[in-house]
Each structure stands twice: as C-alpha cells, then as structure tokens.
C-alpha cells in the first residue's frame, strides 16, 4: 500500500505531505496515529526550525475527515464500531497539538481545504494560502457541524462572518480567507516549492514568508460584511432566514437545503464557544459530535452527499420549526466517562 503520509527532512524543516490525492487527502485514522507522535518529536528537536505539512497531487490540501468511513463503521458493516468515537478524539488531540506546537507550523492550504483540512491549518500558527485555495466548512450540509476549533476559529471572522460560514458552507478564496484571518499569508501556488527551499535553508520563517506574500486583492466578502452582519444577528435560525428571504433569498435556499438540526446546533455553538481556550472548544465540539453519531441527519447527509451522490437528503426531523431549543439541547450534553480529554 502506499504511504498515506510522506515525511522527509529537508535541512532546517521537516515536511509531511498528505498523500491521498484520488481521496482529495481526505483525512484517516491512520494518519492522525502517524502524525501525532511524529510533531511531538520534531518539537523536541533543535534543528528542526519548520514544520511544513502539505497536500500531494495539487488539487486539494486536505478535503476534511474521512467521513464515509465513519459513518459505515459498526458492527455488521465490516468496520470497527469505535471509530465513530476514536477518529473525533484522535483528530482533535492532533489539532490541539498543532494549536500548541512550539515550532513554527506551516499549512500549505493549496486547493481544496475544508472541514478537517481547514482544522490542521487554521489551528496553526502560518497558514499560506494560494490563488487555487477554496476554503468552506461545509459540514451543515452532511448532517453535521462545523467542528476541528471552528469554534474558535469561525468566531473570530469578522462581525457576522464566520457564522455566515458555518450556516451556508459558503466557499470562498484566498482574498477574503486572509481577510477573514482563516489564512496568515498569501503566496502564489507556483512559488511554493521555492519558499519550502527557502525555509530548508535555514532563513527565519516570518522573513521567508514576508518576502514571497503578495497582495490577494480586495475580499469579496467584505462587500457583503454589512448585509451578514444584519441578516446573521437574529436571535434564531428561523429568523436569520426571514431575514435572508427579504435581503438575499438565494442564501436562505441554501439554508433550507441544510439540516435543521445540524443549523441550530451550529448556531448556539458559535454564539457559545467564541472565548473558549482550544481545549475546551475541541471538548465541546466532541459533545456534539458523539450525540450527533446517535441521530440520523450525518448518516443520510453521508450517504446524499458521498455515497449514493443524490444530492437529496430527507432530514429528520425536516423543518426547523420542529427541532426544539429542548432538542438542541441534548446536543450540548456531557458524555460522562467518555469526555475528551488530552494527554499530557
Ligand atoms: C461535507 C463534509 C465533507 C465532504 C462533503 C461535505 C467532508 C469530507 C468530504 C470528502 C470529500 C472527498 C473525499 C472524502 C471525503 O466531503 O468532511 O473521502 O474523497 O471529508 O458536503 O464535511
């Protein structure tokens, strides 16, 4: 089988490059178990000035979690029945350690960068996007949340940005990503290779950095700031889309195309969790995503959006009238003996 990771040291910086291509380097078990222990050595490591972790095959960085596989895990289905509680708890301990990492950390977001993609770049400290980056958390749309520190990362986007984001699994650009905060610097895609030299050879990474930035141009999205600072502020879901049906009806048709529940889960998640240390976001978003595990929208978003691709999942329940503030709820309940917790 061949690598789902390759590393290589290359003088002053260590490289993993995700190699999934023909699974957009959809993110695995596996790789988090590789990962986590490899970062926690080179952080120990003086000659290492730079980690650098990248996407093979130039279309994506990383298109998120490997969903698919959890949700056709359990008994009876040929796959181990934990996965659905071990992959979250091991994604998130590799993320909060790329929040920590003393060494500088640098996400090479080139192409598609979503979901998961997005948590093991935006946690870290440089994420350089490119002129092919297409950033969206798109998880609404399969039954799920926006998870892996979006909790904090989407809150800190501009006014009403990130819950804009989260809500819509709106894709957007290397311009209005570095304008959001989502990525630290914008270099051409054809000058990666020439910066990732640059870093082996031992020049400082903010200097190597700030040399090859270049301007991404005006963000779109600050255009819209003002119309989703107004439309985004309604105290529910039900009236943010009113709201958009006055305002930009095409929005609120994406809306009503999501879960109901997965919508306000992810509501009251980012009115909630915007001040919380990493820890305590991740330990949130692991909340959600064991309740979300025992209910139906992710396995029929899953099956809609990756399996049987008919582009039409039936949310149970289907209306947002009918998931209760009661309902919501129990997605924030605590999981007893099963928290997330973090080594170390
Ligand atoms: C929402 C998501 C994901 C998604 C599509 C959504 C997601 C994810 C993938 C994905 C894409 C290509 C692959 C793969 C997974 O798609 O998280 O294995 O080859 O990983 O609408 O959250």
Aim: aromatic letters at 8%.
């Amino acid at each position: 089988m061949t690598e789902e990771l390759l590393v290589e040291r290359r003088g002053a910086v260590a490289i993993v490059t995700l190699n999934r291509p023909k699974a957009l380097n959809a993110l695995t078990l596996s790789m988090f178990h590789r990962l986590d222990p490899l970062l926690a050595e080179w952080e120990e490591e003086p000659g290492i000035a730079a980690i650098v972790v990248r996407g093979a095959g130039g279309k994506a960085f990383c298109a998120g979690g490997d969903v698919r596989a959890i949700a056709e895990s359990g008994p009876g289905l040929g796959g181990p029945d934990d996965l659905k509680r071990v992959f979250f708890r091991d994604e998130y301990r590799v993320i909060r350690r790329i929040h920590r990492l003393k060494t500088p950390y640098v996400a090479l977001q080139n192409g598609i960068t979503m979901g998961g993609g997005a948590g093991i770049s935006i946690n870290g400290r440089y994420r350089v996007c490119t002129d092919s980056t297409v950033f969206a958390m798109p998880e609404t749309g399969i039954g799920l949340f926006p998870d892996v520190g979006a909790t904090r990362f989407l809150s800190r986007c501009p006014g009403r940005v990130g819950l804009f984001l989260a809500l819509t699994g709106h894709r957007i650009k290397a311009a209005d990503m570095v304008w959001c905060g989502l990525a630290t610097h914008y270099v051409p895609q054809d000058r990666l290779d020439a910066l990732v030299e640059t870093l082996a050879g031992g020049e400082s990474v903010e200097a190597t950095l700030a040399r090859y930035a270049r301007d991404p141009g005006p963000a779109p999205l600050a255009a819209e700031e003002a119309l989703i600072d107004r439309c985004f502020a309604g105290e529910t879901v039900e009236a943010i889309v009113a709201a958009l049906d006055r305002e930009r009806p095409e929005w609120a048709a994406i809306l009503r195309r999501m879960s109901p529940t997965s919508l306000k889960i992810t509501h009251r998640q980012l009115l909630i969790g915007g001040n919380l240390a990493i820890e305590e976001a991740l330990a949130l978003e692991y909340r959600m995503t064991q309740h979300c595990m025992e209910s139906h929208d992710f396995f029929e978003g899953v099956r809609a959006v990756l399996v049987d691709k008919d582009q039409n999942p039936r949310w149970r329940p289907a209306r947002l009238e009918e998931v209760t503030k009661y309902e919501v709820d129990r997605y924030f309940a605590p999981l007893g003996p099963n928290e997330l917790t973090f080594p170390g």
